[in-house]
């Protein structure tokens, strides 16, 4: 039986331990296998532990020592090898990180749109004085992500998010209770979306269907639409501060004012830190260089060469 690799969480070294744990217990768990007699049953769970530990130890060194070979040795090097003037292929990433500050109101998103190799093609960022309520940012976030993906020819993306409510919602997960039937575009009710965002009355309700009929309508499965943990979407949340303190910096006649501020961003204008955000996510683990992470499974059975 061939072990299936899963990509290490980045920043897995500086995690806590149940991070720790958690990484061990979901990444590898399921590449792990040990046959045994009725006689060998009552070490299973010990001998089964040191192989798991073994190949996952084995995977990560081996992971380290590839990667290390295809980073680039620098931001700049990097950049030079980014695709310009070029579309997307069928598939790529989108990351979305969405934001609501109740005590201000303000909100906004972030989106970041990379390729197969992990490589910025556009990214945008929206920040709102009336930031209405968070799951607003979010479906806001996703719709915007969609249509970025859209606008480059990426048919297929992988949409990627910091909220976790709402997945599980546009995944088709409704109450039992609830006899709307959800299922159909549309269809969709205030006590579904209230099971995600309780504080949500009508008029909120009626503020999300748009986003939400539309995001119904892509029959996004859990392959194409994930949440993940602030550590693997740091680079969309650095755009979406990045994009807050444009907005909050803009002066008019020689006087500080506050305004609604949307831009579309084009790679070359990112700052150096948020391109050295990318490129850890893009060598350091490969989760978001999918074309690097192909060829790393092809080979990660080889012995290594001392």
Not at 243 to 268: C, F, H, Q, T
Request: glycine content about 6%; proline content about 5%.
């Amino acid at each position: 039986m061939e072990d299936s690799f899963q990509p290490p969480v980045p920043d897995a070294a500086a995690a806590d331990k149940d991070d720790q744990q958690n990484l061990m217990d979901e990444g590898y768990a399921s590449s792990i296998s040990c046959d045994y007699s009725d006689e060998e049953e009552y070490a299973s769970d010990t001998e089964s532990y040191i192989i798991f530990f073994e190949n996952w130890m084995c995977s990560k060194k081996k992971l380290y020592r590839f990667t290390k070979k295809l980073k680039p040795k620098s931001v700049d090097d990097w950049k030079m090898s980014w695709p310009k003037g070029c579309k997307l292929a069928e598939s790529g990433f989108v990351n979305v990180y969405s934001y609501f500050q109740e005590h201000t109101g303000v909100g906004g998103y972030s989106v970041i749109l990379r390729n197969m190799s992990g490589e910025p093609i556009a990214a945008s960022a929206k920040f709102s004085l009336d930031g209405k309520f968070y799951i607003f940012q979010v479906l806001d976030g996703l719709v915007a992500g969609l249509h970025l993906a859209s606008k480059y020819g990426c048919s297929n993306p992988y949409l990627r998010c910091n909220s976790g409510a709402i997945v599980p919602l546009l995944g088709g997960k409704y109450p039992s209770r609830c006899d709307c039937k959800g299922k159909k575009i549309g269809q969709l009710c205030l006590t579904c979306v209230r099971l995600y965002g309780p504080s949500i009355n009508k008029k909120c309700f009626e503020t999300l269907m748009p986003f939400l009929e539309e995001l119904q309508s892509r029959k996004l499965d859990a392959l194409d639409f994930e949440s993940v943990p602030s550590r693997m979407n740091k680079a969309a949340r650095f755009l979406a501060k990045y994009a807050k303190d444009k907005a909050l910096v803009v002066k008019e006649n020689g006087k500080r004012r506050v305004l609604d501020y949307k831009v579309d961003i084009e790679p070359s204008e990112f700052p150096d830190a948020l391109v050295s955000i990318l490129l850890d996510d893009a060598f350091d683990s490969l989760y978001y260089n999918l074309d690097a992470r192909a060829k790393f499974e092809e080979n990660w059975h080889q012995p290594a060469v001392a």
